[in-house]
């Protein structure tokens, strides 16, 4: 049981060192190989998938020289790949460490399933210890932080995984065990989109709670991390019922992706909740039944020969290309612009059906973990998150009603700067030297596996010390924001036509309360333009919401519009009686940020406030400048 013991320990750690590979490697993707938007959603589709592709290879390359070299090579590659992204300087270097550290990691997982019969329990613990663990660094993983703290439980995490990679096994290795690992790609998937994600957990009790995507108090915003991890392990561990009680799992898992794919943000914490158990379900239910009744070591050791190990090896290679499918599938849509509801859905009734034919084994197998323990432990792990993390605690510029108000549009491009390294401070920084009243933001994501399941909008706003409003755009979780100093009331938003564009567009409006009786309407939004068109529809269709809401109020509309002054679409506005705020910096170049030639982000405002001092800040924390402008309110 010790040796058993050993191996789940060594394989949920290169599950969690894997995993922290993956929140590097797939936004490099759309930031460094690539860009969303312009470069071709195919060729970095492609780019993507070949290199789960290519690890299909991996059993035969360990049928020629045998699965301890490979295991132990690919272990160590991936163990340096990991320390090494901590200290990357960002572009392609990062880029293709974390590409070396996927594909060992990937080449790590086939030599592991070659000597491994029930990988059940290490991956149910990497997979809830990654989560909480998540959720206690609030999102903001190990790897961009850089810090002696970052480095020390690095190091901590690599020399554990490589010392119990390098003990020698000696355990019997049954025939079984390929189900369960076919089902380690698609429950990898499931699991950062939806059951274990902090960030989508908090997102979707800011809704659940609130009503609406505004910050939340972390004993509110991850109350439910704790409880999915619970969700999914306890079961996960857990001897699966027979007979008509195995359809539980399965039929809860279905549930909670559908809830998932109707992309209501009031859906997704039972979406969450009810994925979580029937992940764990169908975890357990995939252990097939290697084992049977009367049999010795020696027996098992026969048929647990090349052939098993082969077949294991070839499931799990499957099974991570599955996921790198459905990863691509779904999140590709937002450029291509094809329906990806069903993409979760999907993968849900693969891992259902793969659980439902499996057959249960004659006798009980053997844990080398304790359900309840090891549960409450994980869980005791999670709940530190919610009772750890700070509120956020409110900055201010200035005392009493103010004569002026700096604004700041900023897209952030989901946090990352231009080198590819996931920039919280940079970001923080560049708008703090505005000295800001109000900061809208376009590209915000709050928990897409794609980006590395973070919560930017809060990560950002606790940096600044100002509280946020979010309205989702293109799902519940990828959107637009305005935060401010002064507090907000009467949030609306309008979901914008699409006309052909790919990714959603909307309009977020809120109202900012300076003093008694007075009050400014401030519009955020992120127009998405069609192809070889510009955002003329989106456009008219914000400048009369925006106007219709403020009431005679002064208004701010400010974003990320994608038009240029002089085009249709920026003519919207002007024909709306709005001024251009900017008007007196012009050109005022925002994109690309290394070398911006396009005038693209602006800020609009009603007649009665006299904008000055506009300005564009140099800066690589996005691939955009932030536009900032001071505005003269109205005399009172």
Same mark, same amino acid.
């Given at each position: 049981?010790?040796?058993?013991?050993?191996?789940?320990?060594?394989?949920?750690?290169?599950?969690?060192?894997?995993?922290?590979?993956?929140?590097?490697?797939?936004?490099?993707?759309?930031?460094?190989?690539?860009? =969303?938007?312009?470069?071709?959603?195919?060729?970095?589709?492609?780019?993507?998938?070949?290199?789960?592709?290519?690890?299909?290879?991996?059993?035969?390359?360990?049928?020629?020289?045998?699965?301890?070299?490979?295991?132990?090579?690919?272990?160590?590659?991936?163990?340096?790949?990991?320390?090494?992204?901590?200290?990357?300087?960002?572009?392609? +270097?990062?880029?293709?460490?974390?590409?070396?550290?996927?594909?060992?990691?990937?080449?790590?997982?086939?030599?592991?399933?070659?000597?491994?019969?029930?990988?059940?329990?290490?991956?149910?613990?990497?997979?809830?210890?990654?989560?909480?663990?998540?959720?206690?660094?609030?999102?903001?993983?190990?790897?961009?932080?850089?810090?002696?703290?970052?480095?020390?439980?690095?190091?901590?995490?690599?020399?554990?995984?490589?010392?119990?990679?390098?003990?020698? +096994?000696?355990?019997?290795?049954?025939? !079984?065990?390929?189900?369960?690992?076919?089902?380690?790609?698609?429950?990898?998937?499931?699991?950062?989109?939806?059951?274990?994600?902090?960030?989508? =957990? #908090?997102?979707?009790?800011?809704?659940?709670?609130?009503?609406?995507?505004?910050?939340?108090?972390?004993?509110?915003?991850?109350?439910?991390?704790?409880?999915?991890?619970?969700?999914?392990?306890? +079961?996960?561990?857990?001897?699966?019922?027979?007979?008509?009680? #195995?359809?539980?799992?399965?039929?809860?898992?279905?549930? !909670?992706?559908?809830?998932?794919?109707?992309?209501?943000?009031?859906?997704?914490?039972?979406?969450?909740?009810?994925?979580?158990?029937? %992940?764990?379900?169908?975890?357990?239910?995939?252990?097939?039944?290697?084992?049977?009744?009367?049999?010795?070591?020696?027996?098992?050791?026969?048929?647990?020969?090349?052939?098993?190990?082969? #077949?294991? !090896?070839?499931?799990?290679?499957? !099974?991570?290309?599955?996921?790198?499918?459905?990863?691509?599938?779904?999140?590709?849509?937002?450029?291509?612009?094809?329906?990806?509801?069903?993409?979760?859905?999907?993968?849900?009734?693969?891992?259902?059906?793969?659980? %439902?034919?499996? #057959?249960?084994?004659?006798?009980?197998?053997?844990?080398?973990?304790?359900?309840? *323990?090891?549960?409450?432990?994980?869980?005791?792990?999670?709940?530190?998150?919610?009772?750890?993390?700070?509120?956020?605690?409110?900055?201010?510029?200035?005392?009493?009603?103010?004569?002026?108000?700096?604004?700041?549009?900023?897209?952030?491009?989901?946090?990352?700067?231009?080198?590819?390294?996931?920039?919280?401070?940079?970001?923080?920084?560049?708008?703090?030297?505005?000295?800001?009243?109000?900061?809208?933001?376009?590209?915000?994501?709050?928990?897409?596996?794609?980006?590395?399941?973070?919560?930017?909008?809060?990560?950002?706003?606790?940096?600044?010390?100002?509280?946020?409003?979010?309205?989702?755009?293109?799902?519940?979780?990828?959107?637009?924001?305005?935060?401010?100093?002064?507090?907000?009331?009467?949030?609306?938003?309008?979901?914008?036509?699409?006309?052909?564009?790919?990714?959603?567009?909307?309009?977020?409006?809120?109202?900012?309360?300076?003093?008694?009786?007075?009050?400014?309407?401030?519009?955020?939004?992120?127009?998405? +333009?069609?192809?070889?068109?510009?955002?003329?529809?989106?456009?008219?269709?914000?400048?009369?919401?925006?106007?219709?809401?403020?009431?005679?109020?002064?208004?701010?509309?400010?974003?990320?519009?994608?038009?240029?002054?002089?085009?249709?679409?920026?003519?919207?506005?002007? *024909?709306?009686? %709005?001024?251009?705020?900017?008007?007196?910096? *012009?050109?005022?170049?925002?994109?690309?940020?290394?070398?911006?030639?396009?005038?693209?982000?602006?800020?609009?405002?009603?007649?009665?406030?006299?904008?000055?001092?506009?300005?564009?800040?140099?800066?690589?924390?996005?691939?955009?400048?932030?536009?900032?402008?001071?505005?003269? %309110?109205?005399?009172?």
């Amino acid at each position: 049981m010790r040796h058993r013991l050993l191996t789940t320990g060594s394989l949920a750690l290169g599950v969690l060192l894997l995993i922290d590979v993956l929140r590097v490697w797939l936004p490099g993707i759309i930031t460094i190989f690539g860009q =969303a938007a312009s470069t071709p959603a195919e060729l970095m589709g492609a780019f993507a998938l070949g290199w789960f592709v290519l690890a299909l290879a991996a059993p035969a390359l360990i049928r020629w020289v045998g699965a301890r070299p490979v295991t132990i090579v690919a272990a160590v590659l991936l163990a340096a790949a990991r320390l090494a992204l901590t200290a990357a300087p960002g572009g392609r +270097p990062q880029l293709w460490l974390a590409t070396a550290g996927l594909f060992a990691g990937l080449v790590w997982l086939v030599g592991t399933a070659a000597g491994t019969d029930q990988p059940v329990p290490g991956l149910a613990l990497g997979l809830t210890v990654n989560a909480a663990g998540h959720a206690l660094l609030d999102t903001y993983d190990l790897v961009w932080r850089g810090d002696a703290t970052a480095w020390l439980v690095s190091a901590v995490a690599v020399t554990l995984f490589l010392l119990a990679v390098a003990l020698p +096994p000696s355990v019997p290795v049954g025939p !079984g065990g390929a189900r369960a690992w076919l089902l380690a790609g698609p429950v990898l998937l499931l699991a950062g989109m939806v059951a274990l994600s902090p960030a989508l =957990a #908090r997102t979707g009790a800011s809704y659940l709670f609130a009503g609406n995507g505004v910050a939340l108090d972390p004993l509110f915003g991850l109350a439910p991390v704790p409880v999915a991890v619970a969700g999914f392990l306890l +079961p996960a561990l857990t001897r699966p019922p027979r007979r008509i009680g #195995r359809v539980l799992g399965p039929a809860t898992l279905l549930v !909670g992706a559908v809830l998932f794919a109707l992309d209501r943000g009031d859906l997704l914490v039972p979406a969450i909740l009810l994925t979580a158990v029937g %992940l764990g379900a169908c975890l357990a239910l995939s252990q097939d039944a290697g084992r049977t009744e009367g049999a010795g070591e020696a027996d098992i050791v026969e048929a647990g020969g090349v052939g098993w190990a082969r #077949r294991r !090896g070839y499931a799990v290679a499957a !099974g991570m290309v599955v996921f790198a499918l459905g990863a691509v599938g779904y999140y590709s849509a937002y450029d291509l612009g094809y329906p990806n509801a069903a993409v979760p859905v999907v993968v849900a009734a693969l891992v259902a059906a793969v659980a %439902l034919a499996t #057959r249960p084994a004659d006798i009980p197998l053997p844990t080398p973990l304790p359900p309840l *323990r090891t549960t409450a432990a994980v869980t005791a792990l999670a709940l530190l998150a919610p009772l750890s993390l700070d509120e956020l605690h409110v900055s201010s510029n200035r005392d009493g009603p103010p004569e002026q108000l700096t604004v700041v549009a900023y897209n952030i491009r989901m946090g990352f700067g231009l080198d590819g390294r996931f920039d919280l401070d940079g970001l923080a920084d560049t708008v703090q030297r505005q000295t800001p009243d109000v900061v809208l933001l376009s590209e915000v994501d709050r928990g897409w596996l794609l980006n590395g399941g973070h919560d930017t909008l809060d990560l950002l706003a606790d940096r600044l010390g100002m509280p946020y409003v979010f309205g989702p755009a293109a799902d519940p979780v990828w959107g637009d924001a305005v935060l401010s100093r002064w507090p907000m009331t009467d949030l609306r938003t309008l979901p914008l036509p699409a006309v052909g564009a790919p990714t959603g567009a909307q309009a977020l409006a809120v109202t900012l309360n300076l003093s008694d009786g007075v009050r400014t309407a401030v519009v955020s939004t992120h127009l998405q +333009p069609p192809p070889d068109q510009g955002p003329v529809v989106q456009a008219r269709a914000v400048a009369d919401f925006a106007i219709g809401y403020a009431a005679g109020r002064p208004l701010v509309v400010a974003g990320d519009l994608n038009t240029e002054p002089g085009d249709e679409a920026f003519e919207q506005f002007t *024909r709306a009686g %709005l001024v251009d705020a900017l008007a007196a910096g *012009r050109p005022l170049t925002t994109s690309p940020a290394d070398d911006p030639r396009q005038q693209i982000d602006h800020v609009f405002v009603s007649p009665g406030l006299v904008p000055g001092s506009p300005v564009a800040p140099r800066g690589t924390a996005s691939d955009h400048l932030p536009v900032a402008v001071t505005l003269t %309110l109205p005399p009172r």
